[in-house]
């Protein structure tokens, strides 16, 4: 296999095999100390080494520019269920994932249509028409059982993720300088009301507050 994918906390039984079964191709090593990473590696040659946490940040003492690797290296950081889908199924379609054994399913535990639908999502994010009735018709399946659905191969509700990944690209936005006007338009909101409320909800302080506080703002002249 030609992809590894390290955990920086050591999972229970059961939480390892939950991780085995969702990405059967890839060799998972759920692993808290460093060194024995660090051997591991050593030992081992792959085209992608992906270093994941749950949490923020990888534990202080991972100093991974130390490690000076061959192998390309990835790091992901506060991963959700879905994040995990979306990236598998991008290495998958990128080609980095060998066939797994015969002795491994290879049955995906969401079904295409799911994922079809979340291609739909990033797609229209920043369309302020963009509802659950729009994205279930997309896949031609009712809006009560796309919203059951997703609740239970995510874990997170779709308006949740939808405003999730809004105040995300709002955030990036904001500290690149664009006004908040503009910002709140962009998202896909419609309200710039509804938008700061929203906002200072999910990251603690208003748009124009987070704006001043963390983004660049152009030099004059």
Known sequence: MDVLLIISHKLT???FLRVQN???NM????ESHFPT???HLRKERYKLVVFLSF???LPDSWKIDQLSLNNPIMILLKVSKLDLFVFYSFLDAVGLLANPSSSVTTKSEIPPLLYKSIEFIEENLCENELCLEQVASSIFVSRCH???MFKEYFGIGFKEYVMNKRIQKAKVMLQEGTPVTDVCYAVGYGDLTH??????KMVGINPSDFRRQKGRMPSCG
């Open 22 to 24: 969702m990405f059967p």
């Open 27 to 30: 060799i998972i090593l759920s």
């Open 195 to 200: 938008f700061g409320r929203v906002f200072k």
């Open 37 to 39: 990473v660090v051997k």
């Open 55 to 57: 949490e923020e940040a």
């Open 146 to 148: 796309y919203s059951r």
């Open 13 to 15: 039984e059961e939480e």
